[in-house]
């Protein structure tokens, strides 16, 4: 069974900091996701990789990067946390092998920002 | 702007009862489709999914299809307490590479005893 294990569950950072948040996945997926989640905004795709070293900017790539050295570890980077990125971020996997191929998702970091 | 719309709800149905959610997507050229779940501070979690035009059925659960009208449904029979949830609907197909997942905003379903 695929498995997407996140970091943290829970994490309270203060404004400057810099922030790590890692995913590793078990089952050699090609594409990789970070999403974010907030009340009433449902999920919003922060920065998405199709294969190591490549990555994409989603719709919300502002004050964030990433990193993909490893095909099973995809990490999300916030160079300065500011409050407004207090949210559930959460991190999904995928083959790349056609349509039919649903998204896994790990258990979500809950980020908090001083 | 590719979107996928959903009313956010509450919808609010007996126990027993039908609870129906609806999706609609922008993007024509979509292929696959996905109804998830997500219980309050859980991740989301698969419950259906549909590729072809029409009904798809599993359990208590009836996912439906219409492409030319880029339509989605869910439907959940014999509604449950425990199906309380806000469901996610899914478009796969749109935005770069067609490798990315479009969601909804979501439903938020109550199911009253």
């Known amino acids: 069974d695929v498995k997407v294990t996140q970091s943290s569950r829970y994490l309270v950072k203060r404004t400057g900091e810099k922030v790590f948040l890692e995913c590793v996945q078990d089952m050699d997926h090609e594409n990789m996701f970070w999403y974010r989640q907030d009340p009433g905004l449902g999920l919003r795709l922060i920065y998405f990789?199709?294969?190591?070293?490549?990555?994409e900017k989603g719709d919300i790539p502002e004050g964030y990067s990433v990193s993909r050295e490893k095909k099973e570890r995809f990490s999300l980077i916030l160079e300065s946390a500011s409050t407004n990125q207090t949210s559930m971020y959460l991190c999904a996997s995928t083959p790349w092998q056609g349509d039919r191929f649903r998204e896994f998702f790990g258990p979500g970091t809950r980020l908090t920002v001083l | 702007q590719k979107e996928v719309e959903q009313n956010s709800g509450p919808l609010s149905v007996p126990e027993g009862a039908i609870a129906s959610l609806n999706c609609t997507y922008s993007d024509r050229g979509s292929q696959s489709f996905f109804w998830y779940r997500q219980y309050s501070g859980k991740s989301p979690e698969l419950i259906m999914s549909i590729y072809s035009n029409g009904d798809k059925e599993d359990g208590r659960f009836t996912a439906q299809l219409n492409k030319a009208s880029q339509y989605v449904s869910l439907l959940i029979r014999d509604s449950q307490p425990s199906d309380s949830a806000t469901y996610l609907c899914a478009v796969k197909g749109m935005g770069n590479y067609g490798q990315n997942f479009v969601f909804g905003p979501g439903t938020r379903l109550s199911v009253l005893p």
């Open positions: 990789s199709y294969d190591v070293k490549m990555k």
